[in-house]
């Protein structure tokens, strides 16, 4: 049934508590206040809440150093707080997923400083050890230009510990069975506070041997096989999504060829071709990007996001590629970001236009898989380039034209807020957007509740129809004998373009329009002729709005076939 695999047809919605809503006045968000904007986010239509991390940390990394996987930050309130919130998510049909990052602990973890204590410790094999600095300790790095080493000294231990990020984040031993059964042991510890799933950071790293002997490490997804398992014995419907930016000839190793390993995985590669596309007004590295990773089990799912909380990685790109991207979007040495990326947020990215913005948001709402918004891009939220590294795209939520944002009574923000320039919060917040009928917030409100009546994106298989216009991408999506096509136009000049839908007999002639009056017939060849204006998109209903009587009660087009 299609409520089976609720992910497939979901909305998510990535915030960090921390920079959301302050309800003690102390300047740092809570979960306090999160649970009283559940309503905005539910009044929004998201179905998922992907929290970042929360656990206590030292928070030298935005808490993506954990001291303790047992607990909530007492800076966002106490373990009865979280289940208050997952309980108030509960009752507004409202999912959430947590981030699990278990490749590396915070240098303060307790586990740490047991191993450092003793070569006999018992914690001393959960991280991984070389008595001399090994060769190659200058290469691998996550942060280069930031970060010298991947292996440190520790005095204390008298050896050199591993860490593919910073030198406080420390390398778990993941091939140590010991590893393995705590973090199952973590997973089961907030499935039972009412977690839906994790977001499981750096998966190839989790899964990939480690150690000074370690010349090419070699991934082990059966790691992956047994973190599935666990979690669908303990609830059945719990799902992880993978951060894993892999190439595609990898991807079935990890969603697992009979769809048993990761249930997601965010896709990296169409993301980075998306962002080309948007800056060339070419459609074809796209296309091929989206063909390459099409194959997937039938029970897997693409994560499908424009911005995140890290950097845009364009690392996939060719060298002319990338460079176009930094031209368009990043043409300053401030706005980049280990010589692969840009730090920016996505509506200064794309100069404030709300034709531009539109466009992104249709594409990755129309793309296959399951649409993934950072918190604020939904208000057109800017960046402050001022702070360091990632930290620029990171500020607290803009919740309206009161100090601070709105997002704290306090007098120091743990962040500082935008209060300047046209992305300042008395230009750009919720309350404000609200109220206007004709705002980014009301217009992605209005895209959310129609991406989740056309599930045939999520489910669906997909065909992109080739055009004679490489600024011009039309895609059908056919699930369920129902179909829908959108066609969006890169390009910021007007295009005309022509066009058959592609389906059988007089399926075709016909497209309903889902966003305004402006349908289209075919012609006497079952060719519909568009005029796109710039930056134009549009989503139609092949064949009328009966879809729902005609709807089947299996997919006759994929009926016992493993993959897509």
Known sequence: MIDDLWYKNAVFYCLSVGTYMDANGDGIGDF?????????????????????????????????????????????????????????????????????VVNHTSNEHAWFRSAQSSRDSAHR???????????????????????????????QAGAWYFHRFYDFQPDLNTSNPLVQAEILKIMGFWIQLGVSGFRMDAVPFVIAT???????????????????????????????????????????????????????????HVNQHLFYALASADCRPLAKALTATRPRPATAQWGLFLRNHDELDLGRLTKAQRDAVFRAFGPDKGMQLYSRGIRRRLAPMLGGDRRRLELA?????????????????ELAMGDDLALPERNCARTPMQWSNEPRAGFTTGDKPCMPVIDKGPYGYEHVNA??????????????????????????????????????????????????????????????????????????????????????????????????????????????????????????????????????
């Open 125 to 155: 094999d959960w991280y991984v050890w070389a008595d001399r600095k090994p060769t190659g300790a200058n290469k691998g790095m996550v942060f280069p230009g930031v970060q010298k080493s991947t292996w440190t000294h520790d005095k």
């Open 210 to 268: 480690k150690g000074a002997k370690v010349k090419t490490p070699v991934e082990q997804y059966d790691m992956l096989r047994a973190f599935r398992e666990f979690l669908q014995w303990r609830e059945g419907d719990a799902i992880i999504l993978a951060e894993a930016n892999v190439l595609p000839a990898a991807d079935m190793e990890y969603f697992g060829r009979d769809g048993g390993r990761m249930h997601m995985m965010f896709n990296f």
């Open 32 to 100: 306090k206040g999160l649970l009283r904007r559940l309503d905005y986010l539910h009044g929004l239509g998201i179905t998922t809440i992907w929290l970042m991390p929360f656990q206590p940390s030292p928070g030298k990394d935005d808490g993506y150093d954990i001291s303790d996987y047992y607990g909530v930050d007492p800076r966002y309130g106490t373990l009865g707080d979280f289940v208050e919130f997952t309980h108030g998510c509960k009752q507004r049909g409202i999912r959430v997923i947590i981030d699990l």
């Open 431 to 564: 309350a404000k957007q609200r109220r206007d009928a004709n705002s980014m917030l009301n217009w992605t409100e209005r895209m959310i509740r129609m991406r989740k009546e056309v599930p045939e994106v999520g489910w669906g298989d997909f065909k992109v129809i080739a055009t004679r216009d490489p600024a011009i991408l039309v895609i059908r999506y056919d699930w369920r004998n129902n179909s829908v096509l959108f066609v969006h136009n890169l390009d910021e000049r007007p295009r005309e373009v022509a066009f058959a839908a592609g389906l059988a007999g007089d399926a075709g002639k016909l497209l309903v329009n889902l966003l305004s009056e402006d349908h289209s017939r075919a012609d006497e060849r079952g060719r519909h002729t568009l005029l796109m204006e710039g930056f134009g998109y549009r989503w139609y209903r092949i064949g009328g709005l009966n879809y729902l009587l005609k709807r089947s009660d299996v997919d006759v087009n994929t009926a016992g076939k493993g993959d897509r």
């Open 361 to 377: 948001y249709s594409l990755m709402f129309t793309l296959p898989g399951t649409p993934v918004i950072r918190y604020g891009d």
